[in-house]
């Protein structure tokens, strides 16, 4: 019992060191950018050496999806405090919240690219969490506009463009943030999937030139 209790302590502990590791290294990015936030800096915020550091963390990659990974959730926290699974407006919020922690979306943005090459050790976490914001992104595209959007896309061919918008934005945004409005472009693309606004009562609906021929 003795032994069991020690090793349940020491995974305890083990596990609270990584979390403030996790959590240094997500205020270091803050700061830093994704480039500033190396393992010596990380390191010297928790009070460990780099060497020390790295029995949590081998590789700085890997300590960046481990920062991604808590990121996300948190996000699906937040989205679930909603009653289902990302509904729009929520999707609409975290896109304006990523605006206020560029570190995180430019760590993000960077192993994103990074992790198309073979081997990489983040391409398992973006092919499944890719295929995870496709599956939510559909199944809110779903409730808000049923088997069909507007459009006549489905909610699962309009949910793979959702996930391109919500990168794209970002990337022209950490580009050029002054020029870029990152939360007002997700939401005038929004705007896009809806259905176009009823006319106002009593205002007749005319085919083209119906007017000239009465």
């Known amino acids: 019992m003795t032994g069991a209790r020690a090793e349940r302590g020491g ?4 596990g609270g060191r990584r979390a403030e590791i996790i959590q240094a290294a997500t205020e270091v990015i803050a700061e830093r950018g994704y480039r500033g936030a190396t393992l010596a800096a990380v390191a010297e915020r928790v009070g460990l050496t780099q060497q020390g550091l790295m029995h949590y963390f081998a590789t700085k990659e890997a300590l960046l999806v481990a920062v991604l990974e808590a990121r996300d959730q948190w996000d699906m926290a937040s989205a679930a405090l909603h009653g289902r699974a990302w509904p729009l407006e929520v999707v609409a919020n975290l896109v304006e919240y990523n605006a206020t922690r560029p570190g995180i979306v ?25 295929a995870a914001v496709r599956e939510g992104g559909a199944e809110a595209l779903r409730a808000e506009y049923g088997d069909r959007l507007p459009g006549g896309l489905t909610p699962e061919q309009a949910a793979t463009l959702l996930a391109a918008v919500v990168d794209g934005l970002q990337v022209q945004w950490l580009l050029d943030p002054g020029a870029v409005d990152m939360p007002a472009a997700f939401r005038d ?8 606004p009823a006319p106002p009562a009593g205002e007749e609906r005319c085919a083209p030139g119906a007017a000239g021929n009465a």
């Open 189 to 196: 693309f929004l705007s896009l999937l809806a259905p176009p």
């Open 106 to 130: 430019q760590a993000f943005t960077v192993l994103a690219g990074d992790s198309v090459t073979e081997g990489h050790p983040a391409q398992d976490y973006f092919r499944d969490r890719y």
């Open 11 to 14: 995974r305890a502990e083990r």
